[in-house]
């Protein structure tokens, strides 16, 4: 792999690395604004708690095991 194709790619992941976490962000924003009663009245605050766990998962631990993943990925390409 040359220096070209090493940067693209370190892009792409930046780029899947940021979406992650944003999206995660708005799952957790969700899950507060459905655990308060102020999106969905009709919801259960239960389901907005799911929702903000949820969010904080994606947020916190799913980049970090794709970044495990990828260096897996890397270490085995030699």
Do not use: C, H, T
Request: aromatic letters at 12%; zero cysteines; charged letters at 20%.
């Amino acid at each position: 792999m040359n220096s070209e194709e090493r940067e693209m790619q370190a892009k792409q992941r930046f780029i899947i690395l940021n979406l992650l976490r944003f999206s995660g962000a708005v799952i957790v924003m969700l899950g507060l604004a459905i655990s308060a009663g102020r999106l969905f009245p009709d919801f259960p605050p239960l389901l907005g708690y799911f929702f903000l766990i949820l969010g904080m998962i994606e947020f916190f631990l799913l980049p970090v095991l794709l970044k495990k993943s990828w260096n897996k990925k890397d270490a085995g390409q030699g």
